[in-house]
């Protein structure tokens, strides 16, 4: 049973209040909720915001019609100018990076599932968690706001580099009054993502069930409480860096503003400071953060791919092991981001090592997947596609990645499409795969509906072709030299890839319009789908031995025993071929040695 | 279907897990050799145990990003004024220092007078007053140092030196002020006789840790600047 202070902590009683029910919540469920919808609305923007810069690129003095609404000087007539092109990119990546790929499969599906993995009730530390989500939607419209606040959005890319991110509006529209938004939204990130982290971690180590051993828990549980240390040990040293970016521009400090330094023919007030030392600081918070973005993606993926496989992986221990070295490895490798900017060649070296090195776990986990899919009986819907999807999109993105952990190769694909390529097929398209094997998945669980499965497939089948044809040809792009965060390209020897620019953006279009009947499946699946029994993948683990969907403390006022590790499955059971995890059953499995 | 509970299934002794080799498709020590199918323990630690731990984990790498961008901003430039530090810091320190002192001591008497000896202990709470005092007295102090430091003309942008001193005293003494809500919360708790003890001991880990940060602050400083 568990210590009766652990479960008094997190007893709350039910709402009964619509604010106590539907906004303010302390239910992890409906907490997890809020931020899957904060995910989508901001994927939408920042898709919106890639049409844009894509339609920019292929076009350079196209009039983008209504754009002078949303800014008269980026825009003018509708056409953008080359600083407000690199507003735009900045909240693009800005808004995915941190409030989609971060928000969606850890704090979204995290909070929603994991308690109910560990069969708890709730997270011990409810108000922190509604604090989390609301801290987080803060932080969302304080970047949102930097679009009609002062001249607009910074500019300086979604990784901020000094010294321009620390001058001052002399560096450019957005610089001023745009960073300091910036810096105080992703602070109040950094501030949600950390109490969400203490949720996780303590949930995981404290509240789990009866006979549920660490070993016990399922895949996704590990990935998202391997995700919260990292988080934890990451966003705590983000944070610090924006308050001293905050402090360079309020305060007049200048921890990153470098002597006499020269802009736009104004000597800068301010002395000797660091510029490297932002990108240090960033990069350590950086790296593990694109491990943050994909790692719960690789639990949820080897969930669904048991599920729907029917059998369990080769090696459950194995993957635990790499999603922890990958964890660990990940803050030795931050300088693979820093090859070329002047620092000691021998750290190059040593940066470039253990970058090698990571790729070994990585790999690990491809080949479990890839030999446990030999020779199974794959069940084929929406979710195992898009979980087939993911396994493609993380090799074909993390095969350039071997290219540039080399210092010698990155000095020449530095900063070209070769690394945009590379970052958005393993970690933007992978991730955005395993949000939506999650959603297909586990729809039926939180909305007691499944979702339209014919539209689910023609969904898969448009994404994964779409985004195949948007970033193959960035790599291609990156090897002839293309410079990346260039808003055109009037040099001669970059003309000829103008009508590769144009067929992207095509593609993208085309995709970005894939993800309406997505939207609309997700939203017409919610109020009018086919209702959903308790366990219609028949699964077995904890959250699908409880209602659909579940009672608001989870397990309605029980709680489940747990007899097995989470994926029995090619079983011959009482039920069919599988046992669930709280169910006392005991099988002769095909792994029983006598 | 919602779950039930169910009485533990009787296993036939053979079909108990071999330990002599892997076993069970590698789920081996799932089921210990005794036969008891619950492998964890009952117990659990509480979970503001755990918590406070990953408070204190964040805090810390938060002040080694400090640390480090301490050191790499003195090494880049040549601008760097060292200063004497204020001396009423010292005596800040041991105020800081006696107020963990005196949280023990009111830990002990809290633990006997909710244990049940309530008789034995007249006013529990006044040694956590006295410690909240100390904690008060603290910031105070603090305040007074950065006044001292104005009054040779140091701001907080006069310097990197400086920079950094405003920075991390501002951001600890803000953390010990956390601590000191956390004091009051527990004060309040004890009054209506509903504290717990895992609450006292967390807001005592917390406040020894920020007395710790501050000797390694202070530290910091007095090598740095």
């Known amino acids: ?594 | 279907m919602a779950t039930t509970i169910h009485e533990p299934p009787q296993i036939e002794p053979d079909r108990l897990p071999d330990h002599g080799h892997s076993g069970n498709g590698g789920w081996r020590n799932l089921v210990p050799a005794d036969g008891d199918l619950r492998v964890t323990q009952d117990y659990s630690p509480p979970p503001s145990s755990t918590a406070i731990w990953v408070v204190l984990f964040a805090v810390t790498m938060m002040f080694a990003a400090f640390t480090s961008a301490l050191f790499v901003r003195k090494g880049s430039s040549l601008d760097w004024q060292t200063f004497t530090l204020p001396s009423i810091l010292y005596f800040n320190t041991l105020l800081l220092v006696a107020s963990s002192v005196t949280l023990e001591i009111s830990r002990r008497r809290v633990a006997t007078y909710m244990g049940g000896l309530k008789s034995q202990v007249k006013s529990p709470a006044r040694w956590l007053y006295i410690t909240l005092f100390l904690g008060l007295l603290f910031v105070a102090g603090q305040y007074v140092a950065w006044l001292q430091l104005r009054a040779e003309g140091l701001y907080l942008a006069t310097n990197p030196s400086s920079s950094f001193f405003y920075l991390l005293t501002a951001t600890h003494a803000l953390h010990v002020l956390g601590g000191l809500g956390g004091l009051i919360y527990v004060i309040r708790k004890l009054s209506k006789s509903a504290l717990r003890r895992n609450q006292l001991v967390a807001t005592a880990r917390y406040w020894h840790f920020m007395g710790i940060l501050w000797l390694y602050l202070l530290l910091l400083l007095w090598i740095k600047l």
């Open chain 1, 1 to 594: 049973m568990h210590d009766m202070s652990a479960h008094a902590a997190q007893h709350h009683a039910p709402p009964t209040s619509f604010i106590r029910k539907y906004v303010f919540s302390l239910d992890h469920k409906v907490i997890g909720k809020q931020y899957y919808g904060l995910a989508l609305v901001a994927a939408l923007c920042g898709m919106v915001l890639s049409w844009m810069m894509r339609i920019h690129l292929g076009w350079t003095n196209a009039a983008i019609p209504g754009l002078q609404l949303l800014s008269k000087t980026g825009a003018p007539g509708g056409v953008m100018t080359p600083e407000y092109y690199l507003q735009l990119m900045t909240m693009h990546g800005t808004i995915m990076v941190f409030f989609v790929l971060t928000t969606a499969p850890f704090a979204a599906f995290g909070n929603f599932f994991l308690p109910i993995q560990v069969g708890a009730e709730d997270m011990p530390f409810p108000r922190f968690n509604m604090m989390s989500f609301w801290v987080t939607f803060v932080a969302f419209v304080v970047l949102m706001s930097s679009f009609v606040l002062g001249d607009g959005p910074t500019l300086g890319g979604w990784t901020q580099y000094a010294p321009l991110n620390a001058v001052g509006s002399v560096a450019g529209p957005g610089q001023g009054l745009g960073v300091v938004l910036w810096m105080i939204s992703i602070a109040l990130f950094c501030v949600g993502q950390l109490l969400g982290a203490l949720n996780f971690i303590t949930t995981t180590l404290d509240l789990r069930v009866k006979g549920m051993s660490l070993m016990r828990l399922p895949l996704s549980a590990w990935a998202w409480f391997i995700t919260s240390c990292m988080g934890l040990t990451a966003f705590s040293v983000l944070f610090p860096a924006c308050i001293l970016v905050i402090l360079d521009h309020v305060a007049g400090t200048s921890f990153f503003v470098a002597s006499n330094l020269v802009l736009n023919d104004q000597l800068q007030p301010h002395s000797g400071g660091s510029t490297l030392l932002w990108q240090h600081l960033f990069w350590f918070f950086g790296h593990p953060e694109v491990y943050i973005a994909i790692v719960p993606g690789i639990g949820i993926v080897s969930h669904i791919l048991i599920t729907s496989m029917r059998k369990p992986m080769l090696s459950q221990r194995v993957l635990i092991y790499c999603m922890g070295a990958l964890a660990v490895l990940s803050y030795g490798v931050y300088g693979h981001h820093m090859f070329v900017s002047g620092m000691n060649p021998f750290s190059a070296l040593a940066f470039s090592f253990p970058t090698l090195v990571i790729t070994i776990p990585a790999t690990i986990v491809v080949l479990i997947w890839v030999f446990s899919l030999y020779g199974a009986n794959l069940r084929i819907n929406s979710a195992s596609l898009f979980a087939l999807g993911f396994i493609s999109m993380f090799v074909s993105g993390g095969v350039s990645g071997f290219f540039l952990a080399q210092p010698s190769i990155d000095i020449m694909l530095h900063a070209t499409y070769f690394v945009v390529g590379h970052f958005h097929m393993v970690m933007g398209v992978a991730a955005m795969f395993g949000i939506f094997a999650a959603t297909y998945f586990w729809a039926p669980k939180m909305f007691g509906r499944m979702m339209n499965e014919t539209l689910g497939r023609i969904h898969f089948w448009l994404s994964f072709v779409g985004t195949y044809c948007i970033f193959m040809p960035f790599h291609y792009l990156g090897m002839a030299g293309n410079i990346r965060r260039y808003s055109s390209f009037p040099d001669d020897y970059l003309q000829p890839l103008i009508p590769v620019h144009r067929l992207i953006t095509v593609a993208a279009l085309i995709t970005g319009a894939a993800q309406l009947i997505f939207v609309y499946n997700l939203i017409h699946s919610r109020f009018w789908g086919k209702p959903a029994t308790d366990n219609p993948w028949e699964a077995t683990s904890l959250e699908w031995s409880t209602a659909t969907p579940p009672p608001w403390d989870n397990f309605g006022g029980k709680y489940p025993v747990v007899y097995h590790d989470p994926y029995q499955y090619g079983v011959k059971s009482s039920v069919g071929d599988y046992v669930m995890q709280a169910s006392p059953e005991q099988v002769k499995t095909d792994h029983d040695e006598k």
